[in-house]
Nanobody
Framework: QVQLVESGGGLVQAGDSLRLSCAASGRTVSNNAMGWFRQAPGKEREFVAR????????TYADSVKGRFAISRDNAKNTVYLQMNSLKPEDTAVYYC??????????????????WGQGTQVTVSS
């Protein structure tokens, strides 16, 4: 079983940047697509970004497109989320997860498993 640990969150001002990391242990995640989601207080967990197993295909939510970049280093068993031009509405707990084989939608939480504990990102105006 794989364990995922997110890190890199913090309190920043609007316009700043953060880089989140998602470190996997227990087994390699090189055979999994990986996703980042976020959950703000009182809201449902929402899709942020996804990266294919090879890292060649990336998908983003419209709300972060052009500002966030997902990447992976399979040698380090780690996935990253570079977040630039942060906005107060980006405030949330950010989670990473592995894809669940056989699921068709890349945007739904049900298509992912092995969730990490999350890392808090707070953006002040």
């Amino acid at each position: 079983q794989v364990q995922l640990v997110e890190s890199g969150g913090g309190l920043v001002q609007a316009g700043d940047s953060l880089r989140l990391s998602c470190a996997a242990s227990g087994r390699t995640v090189s055979n999994n697509a990986m996703g980042w989601f976020r959950q703000a207080p009182g809201k449902e967990r929402e899709f942020v970004a996804r990266i294919s197993r090879s890292g060649l295909i990336t998908t983003y939510a419209d709300s972060v497109k052009g500002r966030f970049a997902i990447s992976r280093d399979n040698a380090k068993n780690t996935v990253y989320l570079q977040m630039n031009s942060l906005k107060p509405e980006d405030t949330a707990v950010y989670y990473c997860a592995t894809d669940r084989p056989g699921m068709s939608s890349i945007y739904h939480t049900a298509s992912y498993e092995n969730w990490g504990q999350g890392t808090q990102v707070t953006v002040s105006s």
